[in-house]
């Protein structure tokens, strides 16, 4: 009984009213019904997707899309996988996001690191990663961090030796933040953004470079070297080097990356507060 509701529930706000002129639904009964905002959405998305030539443009496209339609959403970024085995995250809402993703990519625990390899789950989620038990390290750093859920889906899962795999990743700051029928929308959302990589060339390290992705390689890297810095100055670990740098970016108005990058180049001479 309670699957029926909730199966009712979400096909009525897939389907909600939303007035004249919206595109049109058949139901199996031959009704006409309106497309609810939900669906308009996903149709705006396939179409942008499909104009989108580059890699760089679809990845973008896809988070802030997902940002938008999935409500618990309050961080979203793209874990790929390499040929060679490394992950890295060439598109993310926020630089926090890539930070979320480096800490599992260093721990080699966690959600996206799971669900972005071939051999991996659909889907991997925790609703209270500060006492998930499967990821020791990451789960308490994120919590540390002020997020506290985590869902990965997996992108392009039957990558080729030409084409890595990857996940699409949605951060709350809530236990618990992100429902059951989100994580359907979410599917969705990875689902589509598979199709439209699938279409595009190959994903591999070169290309991004090419699509001009390398900004954010550079950005993981600087803010990197920055907490080994700060690491090995203060004695403190990879999760309080990056909250120093981000309370420090805040309190002095400037990115966190050219935060990172100053730091790199002039850390004999700065200081940065505790």
């Not at 899309?65 to 890295?88: E, M, Q």
């Not at 996001?97 to 690191?113: F, I, N, P, R, T």
């Not at 039957?158 to 929308?185: C, F, K, M, T």
Request: hydrophobic share 45%; proline share 4%; charged share 25%.
């Amino acid at each position: 009984m309670d699957d029926e509701i909730d199966w009712q529930r979400d096909k009525n706000r897939f389907v909600e009213d939303v007035g004249d002129g919206e595109l049109p639904v058949t139901s199996e009964n031959g009704a006409r019904l309106l497309a609810g905002p939900l669906v308009n959405q996903f149709v705006s998305l396939t179409r942008a997707l499909l104009d989108s030539g580059s890699i760089a443009a679809v990845l973008e496209r896809v988070v802030f899309a997902t940002r938008d339609l999935v409500p618990g959403a309050d961080l979203v970024s793209v874990t790929l996988l390499d040929p060679d085995g490394g992950f890295h995250t060439p598109m993310a809402t926020d630089e926090i996001a890539g930070e979320l993703d480096q800490l599992q990519y260093q721990y080699g625990e966690g959600a996206c690191v799971e669900a972005a390899r071939v051999s991996g789950p659909a889907a991997a989620f925790s609703d209270n990663l500060a006492e998930d038990a499967r990821w020791p390290r990451f789960g308490p750093a994120a919590a540390a961090l002020g997020f506290h859920s985590l869902v990965s889906t997996a992108l392009l899962p039957e990558a080729s030796s030409s084409q890595v795999s990857g996940a699409l990743n949605v951060y709350s700051r809530r236990p618990h933040g992100i429902a059951r029928a989100d994580r359907d929308v979410l599917l969705l959302l990875a689902t589509h953004a598979s199709l439209a990589l699938a279409t595009t060339h190959a994903v591999t390290r070169g290309q991004l470079q090419e699509e001009q992705l390398q900004q954010a390689l550079d950005s993981r890297d600087a803010i990197g070297q920055a907490k080994g810095i700060l690491m090995a100055r203060r004695g403190i670990d990879a999760a309080e080097a990056f909250e120093v740098l981000r309370h420090t970016s805040q309190n002095m108005n400037v990115k966190l990356r050219e935060l990172a990058e100053m730091l790199s180049k002039r850390h004999t001479e700065l200081q940065l507060p505790d």
